[in-house]
């Protein structure tokens, strides 16, 4: 398959900022596909990846490289290709430019295909040791010199992990359920008349060894308007009759696919099937597997989707209730109680006895922490496989106290002298759920349940233990144990519905926390600029930005300098931060730099106010730095959406 036409689909999804519009443009793009061997790699390069988000394998370039491999497949110097980068700000362009200057003569002709690319890319983020990044340069002019203008566009852009095309998660579920789930489009295509000849036609030619329920509505449509396709269609089908309407038991496996003309059931598949592949990404990361399934077996295949060991899950999240009533009122009385800790969430997965820890941001942290290892085997001698959530808290054993949670993070990003800051760093673990017990997936099992199983496999010990918990009705009981957990240092405590599954990913409303400080911000830093005088060898401003809840596209809210420290003994120190930015660089202009969005940074502020001066129409008054997230992604900063919430709300106290 051409790679030219998969760059042709993203130039057209960048071109809108349209969300449904981008799903569909990618839908129309996997329909014609979903037969193609390739099919789970396009998945995965709509993405901007090469392989999918549970994997900890990436390609791993830095802009150094990619200018110079630039700059030998089109023949330029590379102070060009820098000069470039100021101007245009976007390595895709830049590449795309030089491209169209050069003589074509001197470029191969052969047609690039995914194959091609994905190879490539891949063979790059295995290239590893002795002459790597000459190997990794080859492999880069290699593809750069067969492509053309747009193709270089992209395949930079996907090399430096920075594709811009607006595509977030959401675009690819609703592209998947409308690509490889059409019974719920159909419906509406009916109702919209527009187009609806020219999509039923579509219909009747791409669907096959199905088992299709019908309404005699649609027969008679179908009937009328392409009596030979149908026929055909028919033919290929197997057909049940039947009315369709709202209280239609869907979940009757009978049929896969339905085609109804009635509108209140359409909104119901859609939306079923959408919760569906949401679920299925929640516990498998991995839209390509998804999209496999789904085109060779169908929503069946989805249900069968689930945990994997060694495939880390979205854990389950939880919202913020404003105080201990409106806590029991969302989950309920009585509820189980816990202390909220301020440190680290890890889901470990044991597999034959070998655990591999990952993030809440799906990072592997397995070599990071060998302590953790040795401390849950000893807390859980049993063979049994399992995934469990909990938190991992520094701990000083002098005061016997938990440290708050720069001391632990601290440890996360720790590649090397990993045994001297275990030392340094002890850390305390303290379980409060489980996704699988030996082979029991518990993700439909109550709370209740799945510490019941969790209590069969676990003997505390100095290490380890449940979080601590009490289980209660009492509004006054639940005010005393949340200040017994303030009072030692806790952030806060937690509020559990006890008879809620564990739903992956979401912030469903099963449990809420309960802390007192003002709701903070988790902000990604875009840009920064250099200090002045005794900052002038590191950035010292940043510039801050939210989310748009839809079209993920990144906001600025405002820049920051308070609260981060002179030295790096006291805290994150505008040193720590000129480093982690460096590698992050995409262009710079004078004393501003914009760098790629990853450093996510928990802010507290005095009041959200209007703003025309940032794109996110509000700024921070006294922003100030409570610590850096390393557990969040840019995916999961503070949206628009709920910035105005706190907007709104503040405005009303
Ligand atoms: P927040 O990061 O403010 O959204 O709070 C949720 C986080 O609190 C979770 O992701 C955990 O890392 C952490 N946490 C600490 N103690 C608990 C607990 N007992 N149950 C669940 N999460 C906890």
């Not at 030089?98 to 690039?112: I, V």
């Not at 699988?436 to 069969?456: A, V």
Request: with cysteine; glycine share 4%; charged share 30%.
């Amino acid at each position: 398959m051409d790679y030219l036409n998969l760059a042709k689909i993203y130039e057209s999804v960048e071109s809108t900022t349209l969300k449904t519009q981008k799903a569909s443009i990618i839908s129309k793009y996997l329909t014609l596909s979903r037969h193609n061997r390739d099919i789970k790699d396009i998945i995965l390069l709509l993405q901007g990846r090469i392989y999918p988000e549970w994997s900890e394998k990436e390609i791993g370039i830095a802009s150094k490289l990619m200018i110079s491999s630039i700059s030998k497949a089109y023949g330029v110097p590379k102070t060009l290709v820098e000069e470039k980068w100021i101007e245009l700000g976007d390595i895709g362009f830049i590449a795309e430019t030089l491209h169209k200057t050069k003589r074509q003569s001197t470029l191969f002709t052969t047609e690039l295909t995914i194959r091609k690319v994905i190879d490539n890319l891949r063979k790059i983020a295995d290239t590893d040791g002795f002459r790597s990044q000459q190997k990794k340069m080859n492999l880069i002019t290699e593809l750069l010199t067969s492509a053309s203008p747009l193709e270089a566009r992209y395949i930079t852009r996907t090399i430096l992990g920075e594709l811009r095309i607006g595509v977030a998660e959401g675009i690819i579920r609703d592209a998947i359920a409308e690509a490889f789930f059409t019974n719920f489009y159909w419906k509406e295509l009916l109702n919209q008349k527009i187009n609806s000849a020219k999509k039923a036609e579509h219909l009747l030619d791409s669907i096959e060894d199905q088992t299709i329920a019908i309404d005699q509505n649609m027969i008679l449509y179908l009937n009328k308007h392409f009596p030979e396709k149908f026929e055909k269609f028919k033919l290929h089908n197997k057909i049940i009759i039947r009315e369709l309407e709202e209280n239609t038991n869907l979940e009757k496996k009978d049929f896969s696919i339905a085609l109804s003309s009635n509108k209140i059931l359409a909104s119901e598949l859609k939306s079923r099937i959408i919760k569906k592949i949401e679920h299925a990404h929640n516990v498998t990361n991995d839209f390509s597997e998804i999209t496999h399934i789904a085109v060779n077996e169908g929503l069946k295949g989805l249900d069968k989707l689930t945990l994997s060991i060694d495939h880390p899950i979205k854990v389950m999240l939880y919202q913020k209730a404003k105080d201990i009533d409106d806590a029991f009122e969302r989950v309920g009385r009585p509820a189980r109680l816990e202390y909220k800790y301020d440190g680290f969430r890890i889901q470990a997965h044991s597999k034959n006895r070998i655990i591999q820890l990952f993030t809440r941001r799906l990072d592997n942290v397995t070599s990071q922490f060998p302590d953790i290892i040795s401390h849950i085997k000893e807390a859980i001698p049993e063979e049994k496989d399992y995934i469990i959530d909990m938190e991992v808290i520094a701990y000083d054993p002098k005061n016997q106290k938990f440290l708050p949670f720069q001391y632990i993070s601290r440890r996360i990003k720790r590649k090397y002298d990993i045994d001297q800051i275990s030392e340094k760093v002890p850390v305390r673990i303290r379980i409060f759920d489980a996704m699988l017990i030996g082979s029991k997936n518990l993700l439909d099992c109550s709370l209740k349940e799945r510490i019941i199983n969790i209590k069969n496999i676990l003997k505390e010990t100095e290490y380890v233990s449940y979080a601590e918990s009490i289980e209660t009705d009492s509004t006054e009981k639940a005010a005393e144990f949340y200040r017994q957990s303030l009072d030692i240092g806790n952030e806060g405590i937690m509020a559990k519905n006890l008879e809620a599954p564990y739903m992956p990913g979401s912030r469903v409303g099963f449990g809420v926390k309960i802390k007192p400080v003002m709701e903070t911000l988790d902000l990604v830093i875009t840009a920064a600029e250099h200090g002045e005088g005794k900052r002038s060898e590191w950035f010292a401003t940043f510039e801050l930005s939210c989310k748009d809840n839809i079209s993920g596209e990144l906001l600025t809210i405002g820049k920051i300098g308070t609260g981060i420290k002179e030295k790096s003994e006291l805290g994150l120190s505008f040193k720590d931060l000129t480093d982690m930015i460096t590698p992050l660089i995409i262009n710079s202009s004078n004393r501003i730099v914009h760098i790629k969005p990853s450093i996510v940074l928990e802010i507290a502020y005095e009041e959200i106010q209007k703003s025309k001066k940032y794109s996110s129409g509000f700024a921070l008054r006294f922003p100030r730095l409570i610590r850096l997230r390393p557990d969040r992604s840019s995916d999961e900063i503070s949206t628009l959406h709920f910035i105005e919430d706190l907007f709104n709300n503040q405005r009303s106290r």
